[in-house]
């Protein structure tokens, strides 16, 4: 068990610094908001990619309360190990923030006043967390979950373009980002709503994808 949790533990923290440090580095290097959109989403697909290809046999690559609680409530996850790895995610989710904040010279420290508020931003939540589960569903259902470091990287990446909140949806990677007041960042203010945004979304990806895997056994 402390292997998973240390799994998703280093998996989280390192997605949010990459998050949160791409961010950075996009803004420093363009003044174009779309070029900086555009550095942080490619490097968040890559690295996306990489954490789920190495910590997926490990742990399940989760990295997200969501995912790990749908695993629970479809009975596909242990009882005993859903605290752990939420406790793991959150706290991941803000070193990773810490040490991204750090590598660029702001305090490790560094509350975000960027409020993201809105029925747009958060329908943009409920869209991706869905699409997220969605896909995840699928995978399983059709055996495919090899293919899950290509296929949740892309709907990721992709999403961070179509959706107007750019593609939170995640608790755990939501609330780190509410610690450093950067590109990424996410005023502590407007967490609560798009964690409710992102579980609405979670069941609706849920419920989706085990329909069209029931009607295709059918």
Not at 109 to 122: A, D, E, I, Q
Not at 136 to 146: A, E
Request: a positive charge; one cysteine or more.
């Amino acid at each position: 068990m402390l292997r998973r949790y240390l799994a998703e533990f280093v998996g989280t923290c390192t997605l949010v610094a990459v998050v949160v440090g791409s961010g950075t580095m996009a803004v420093q290097m363009s003044p174009d908001g779309g070029v900086e959109l555009l550095i942080n989403t490619v490097s968040t697909v890559f690295a996306l990619g990489i954490l789920i290809l190495i910590f997926g046999s490990i742990s399940g690559a989760h990295f997200n309360p969501v995912v790990t609680v749908s695993e629970w409530a479809q009975k596909r996850f242990a009882s005993k190990l859903v605290l752990g790895y939420l406790i793991a995610q959150v706290a991941g989710a803000i070193a990773g923030a810490m040490i991204a904040n750090l590598m660029f010279k702001n305090p490790a420290y560094f509350p975000s006043h960027h409020v993201r508020t809105g029925l747009n931003l958060w329908l943009g939540e409920v869209v991706a967390t869905a699409g997220l589960l969605f896909l995840i569903q699928l995978l399983r259902g059709q055996k495919k979950d090899s293919l899950g470091p290509v296929v949740i990287a892309s709907w990721i990446g992709s999403a961070y373009f179509f959706t107007s909140s750019t593609s939170f949806a995640n608790p755990a990677v939501t609330l780190g980002r509410a610690f450093t007041d950067t590109f990424s960042g996410i005023a502590i203010g407007s967490v609560a709503a798009f964690v409710v945004a992102q579980a609405i979304g979670a069941l609706l990806g849920t419920l989706g994808g085990n329909y069209f895997n029931t009607t295709s056994k059918e």
